[in-house]
Nanobody, 121 residues
C-alpha cells in the first residue's frame, strides 16, 4: 500500500509563507487525485485543494489566489505553496490520495500522518 509522508509545516507570522511537501512511497497507478486537507483543534477536517493526474486543480474559496498545488511526477511528490497565511489557516495539514476529485474526506482512503501549521503573531 502507498504510504504518504508530509513535511514543511511550522510556525510563521500572519502574511508569511510555507511550502508543504507530500511524498508517496511509490507510484500509485490506481489513484487519480492527491489532495491536501487540514484540521484545526475541535473542528472537522476540511479539504483545501486537490490536483489530478492530468493536472487539474481545485481550491476551496478561502485559499484561492493564496495557495498553489503542484506535483512532480518523477519524485512522486505533491506540493502546497501557501502564501499570505492567516491565523485561520492554522491546523494539521494532511495529504491524501483518492480516485474521485473532491474535497470530501470520505472520498480518500490513503492518508499521511500530517504536518502542523501554526500562524500567529
Amino acid at each position: 500500500q502507498v504510504r504518504l509522508v508530509e513535511s514543511g509545516g511550522g510556525s510563521v507570522q500572519p502574511g508569511g509563507s510555507l511550502r508543504l511537501t507530500c511524498v508517496a512511497s511509490e507510484f500509485a497507478m490506481d489513484y487519480y487525485v492527491t489532495a491536501w486537507f487540514r484540521q484545526a483543534p475541535g473542528k472537522e477536517r476540511e479539504g483545501v485543494s486537490y490536483i489530478t493526474s492530468d493536472d487539474l486543480t481545485y481550491y476551496r474559496d478561502t485559499v484561492k489566489r493564496r495557495f498553489t498545488i503542484t506535483r512532480d511526477y518523477a519524485e512522486y511528490t505533491v506540493y502546497l505553496q501557501m502564501n499570505r497565511l492567516k491565523p485561520e489557516d492554522s491546523g494539521t495539514y494532511y495529504c491524501a490520495m483518492g480516485r474521485k476529485p473532491s474535497l470530501a474526506a470520505r472520498d480518500y482512503d490513503t492518508w499521511g500522518q500530517g504536518t502542523r501549521v501554526d500562524i500567529s503573531s
